[in-house]
T-cell receptor, first 113, second 116 residues
């Protein structure tokens, strides 16, 4: 699976949009971009994933560049509960469904009141 | 609510004393995973079950074993815990093979293991 590079930490003011970047310059055509987050002392939580097109769900939006070498997770109106470590993961989808997640170091996002 | 449950949330054991961590799920998922997360590090996959098929990661120490007696339950056995095995142990599930689409993993809250 392709490796990812994320900033170690970021701050964002409460109520503003949080934009978390991820570089995955060695991504292959069949690899998806996944985002998970881990709030302190809890298990990771799935946020969103995408292949080529931009995606949006109730939690966030995912913007993937046209060359797919980078992406940005957007939390449109950050709240204090969004303070967490955010992991960008790139991996191939298997035919068997037993997908392995290889976590990188992630970005520690702190929402400032 | 359907969920992934881990018991206990906190476990203390002695150096070399076997310990078992448990995970149960009400999601009826085919796949169950065990991750190890040491302090200030990212989670690292130890192994997973696809139904009854066990899949070990190449660098998982032999000290770690797992059992899955049925769809709902999965156990992590640490045969002789060392100080370096102190960590958060996370259980996760996913739906497995499905026509099209991808299946996210659902994580439990974790069990924090302390080795004295």
């Amino acid at each position: 699976d392709a490796k990812t590079t994320q900033p170690t930490s970021m701050d964002c003011a409460e109520g503003r949009a949080a934009n978390l970047p991820c570089n995955h310059s060695t991504i292959s055509g069949n690899e998806y971009v996944y985002w998970y987050r881990q709030i302190h002392s809890q298990g990771p939580q799935y946020i969103i994933h995408g292949l080529k097109n931009n995606e949006t769900n109730e939690m966030a939006s995912l913007i993937i560049t046209e060359d797919r070498k980078s992406s940005t997770l957007i939390l449109p109106h950050a709240t204090l509960r969004d303070t967490a470590v955010y992991y960008c993961i790139v991996r191939v989808a298997t035919n068997f469904g037993n997908e392995k997640l290889t976590f990188g170091t992630g970005t520690r996002l702190t929402i400032i009141p | 609510d359907a969920m992934v449950i881990q018991n206990p949330r906190y476990q203390v054991t002695q150096f070399g004393k076997p310990v078992t961590l448990s995970c149960s799920q009400t999601l009826n998922h085919n796949v169950m995973y065990w991750y190890q997360q040491k302090s200030s590090q990212a989670p690292k996959l130890l192994f997973h079950y696809y139904d009854k098929d066990f899949n070990n990661e190449a660098d998982t120490p032999d000290n770690f074993q797992s059992r899955r007696p049925n769809t709902s339950f999965c156990f992590l056995d640490i045969r002789s815990p060392g100080l370096g095995d102190a960590a958060m142990y996370l259980c996760a599930t996913s739906r497995g093979r499905l026509a099209g689409g991808l299946r996210e993993q659902f994580f439990g809250p974790g069990t924090r293991l302390t080795v004295l």
